[in-house]
């Protein structure tokens, strides 16, 4: 990639940025409509769950795809194309006759989202080259997703409310549109130096595992242990395959030597126990605020503030941090304002309090805004630019199976606990074990975040970058020869 002027770089960073709106607000926006959708489309919590769970899944899936893919045929090429295919998939959203159809195509726009994080975040990353430089940038990437968080619930309750769910995928149009036209005239094109060669065997493993856990997951209520067993076993193997076939691949679809970094592997981590909280507590607070309390589409987007404004507020500020003091004091704090706040929930019935709700929506936005930054910037920080959106795309994978795990776990938790029962009556107590699995997550991130941001971790991870550049140095003269 030719080098930018730093106007040019900061209109880059705008547009990338747009298409993490898109893809954010469609989360968001949506949790708001569970409840109009479950009516109008008489779905179970099983198939709320899949609405959400379905684009989730297929980025999971292909996220680490479409960054290989990106890197090698061209990152704006791939991006433009991830632009037209997800705002195709949002028209048809909008027009989806029944659930199973709104799931189809839900599905379709996670094909085209795989194709705009991971690139996104490739591109950024070999557009701002200087550390400070780049880690500032992430902390504005992460803001989008506080942006998002504020705009999508508010957006989409008055939506719901007005116009019905259907017009929330509209909001996807005229930005995706914008973001395409801006692409073409603005984004230069860049490839990684030395391309990587396809591993379909490694996709279809990935596919098989996350499809077959997921659904394990969030069947087992209705379903019963011997029917999801079938799937429980697919997964094992497919991850077994995994770590069989891809050590023994000369360019594999997922590079295990990326995990040998305690920071990188930590971040890992952290990113899937972070977004599981989010997906596990977006669920439940919906369904909560407007199957129990009453709320309409709109107010209980109001709730979500207190949170979201958090959010935007806090992930700028972490960025700054991770450039000028590394990662562990944003991972601290994360970990620490998460934890409170789901131990509010699970502990003492904060849902039930306005005050308490408020103080633990906050507390939540503030740990989520400062989580953002550092998985990001120790996912592609100290790795070959080469292999950046690789890189990228593992820690964009780990946030989409985070959050689809969140979603299928806390579900099923709370599908199980209700039962035959009265919704309203026993939501509060079939939720408790939700929360304390939230709790759980926050105390992952805390810990994780202290072990893997010390000396001996950074040295782990200055070893395998000097690894996977001496491999990259020796590739490049073999094929030059």
Known sequence: MPELSHRRRQLVLAICCMSLLIVS?????????LPAMQTDLHASTSGLQWTIDAYTLVLASLLMLAGSTADRIGRK????????????????????????????FRMIQAVGGSMLNPVAMSIITNTFTEPR????????????????????????????????WRSIFWINLPVGLAALLLTLKFIPESRAPKARRADPVGQLLVIALFGSLTYAIIEAPSAGFTSILPFAILALAALAGLLWYEPRRDEPLIDL??????????????????????????FLSTLYLQNVVGLDALHAGLWMLPMAVPTFLCAPI??????????????????????????????????????????????????FGFVNAPITNTAVSGMPRAQAGVAAAVASTSRQLGQTLGVAVVGAVLASGIGASSYKETFVSA??????????????VLVLGAVTSGAWARRTAERTADKLSSVEVREAARISA
Do not use: H, K, Q
């Open 25 to 33: 607000l469609d989360v968001t926006i949506l949790n708001v409509a």
């Open 77 to 104: 090429r791939v991006f433009i194309a991830g632009l037209v295919v997800f705002s195709l998939g949002s028209l048809l959203c909008s027009l989806a006759p029944d659930l199973d159809a709104l799931i189809w």
């Open 133 to 164: 430089e780049r880690a500032r940038a992430i902390g504005v990437w992460g803001a989008v997703v506080g942006i998002s968080m504020a705009a999508g619930p508010l957006i989409g309750g008055l939506l719901v409310d007005s116009v019905g």
């Open 257 to 282: 030597r990326f995990f040998r970094s305690a920071p990188f592997s930590g971040a890992t981590v952290i990113a899937v126990s972070a977004f599981s909280a989010l997906g596990g507590f977006l």
């Open 318 to 367: 972490s960025g700054r941090l991770v450039g000028s003091r590394g990662p562990r004091i944003s991972l601290l704090i994360a970990g620490t304002a998460m934890t409170a706040s789901a131990v509010m929930f699970a502990g003492f019935e904060a849902e039930t309090s306005g005050v308490s709700r408020f103080i633990g929506y906050a507390l939540f936005g503030i740990g």
């Open 431 to 444: 939720a408790r074990p939700g929360w304390w699995i939230l709790v759980a997550c926050g105390l992952a």
